[in-house]
């Protein structure tokens, strides 16, 4: 339960539309509801202004199923199942259908999936997206899909890397104008740094686990990114797609 669904509650029961027993049984799901192998946090949007997410690594198929229904069957905002296996999509797949919901919107990265409901309304924030090169689109496409379901349409720029940052350059314009800024880089991460000193947007950098030896699988770009020279970048953990949307949702509340 988000602020306005929380008001559209308290509005119908001042006006009689709900009775206020049924406003009482939806209110007592808040902070969360117990399933026994999960704690569901229905409080965390209202308190965040970011839903709560499931996270599949680590959960069976019949986990991730139960806590996407409890989820899409106590608010209307949006529900993520990040990094989810098949099995685990299947699962969810058939439990949604069901309980009568929508299917969800399945973006595959790798051999995981990313899947999405009930999409937030639209904002009009202008949210850039970059990659530093083609092989760092997996960990982009995670962030894609969890910023379109908190109402964030980002543009992509792929493979902008420093190694031809004319390419980079050609969106001079582009990135002049962005309310936000997603880099995805990996190797040594300088394409971070480099945006940063042309924008004046917050820049959330994702190091990812691309490049050669020295890259230390992310290592070496988190790092970079951590060191930059160019001041108030925000950077997250190695391959956290996830994380940076999350962050370029509470910078631009």
């Not at 704690?39 to 199923?65: F, I, M, N, T």
């Not at 050669?212 to 391959?239: K, Q, R």
Request: glycine share 10%; with cysteine; charged share 20%.
């Amino acid at each position: 339960m988000d602020e306005p669904e929380l008001r559209h509650l308290l509005a119908d029961v001042a006006s009689g539309v709900c009775p206020p027993d049924d406003a009482v049984r939806r209110l007592r799901r808040l902070p969360f509801a117990d399933l026994g192998f999960a704690r569901v946090d229905h409080h965390r949007a209202l308190r965040q202004g970011v839903p709560e997410a499931v996270y599949g690594p680590g959960k069976s198929p019949e986990h991730c199923a139960a806590i996407v229904a409890e989820l899409l069957g106590a608010s209307s905002g949006p529900v993520v199942l990040t990094r989810a296996d098949a099995q685990q999509v299947a699962a969810v797949a058939s439990v949604v259908a069901e309980a009568g919901h929508e299917p969800g919107s399945v973006t595959r990265t790798r051999d995981l999936a990313t899947v999405t409901w009930r999409p937030a309304p639209a904002r009009p924030a202008r949210v850039l997206l970059l990659t530093a090169g083609t092989a760092d689109l997996p960990v982009a496409d995670e962030c894609r899909a969890v910023l379109g379901a908190l109402g964030f349409a980002p543009t992509l720029l792929a493979d902008c890397g420093v190694a031809g940052v004319h390419r980079l350059l050609a969106s001079a314009d582009e990135l002049a104008e962005a309310d936000a800024v997603v880099v995805v880089a990996g190797m040594e991460g300088a394409l971070a740094s480099l945006v940063g000193g042309i924008t004046p947007a917050p820049v959330v950098a994702v190091p990812t686990s691309v490049g050669y030896g020295a890259s230390l699988e992310g290592v070496t770009a988190l790092l970079a990114m951590l060191a930059s020279c160019a001041a108030g970048i925000t950077v997250v953990g190695i391959d956290n797609g996830f994380g940076a949307a999350c962050a370029v949702a509470r910078l631009l509340r």
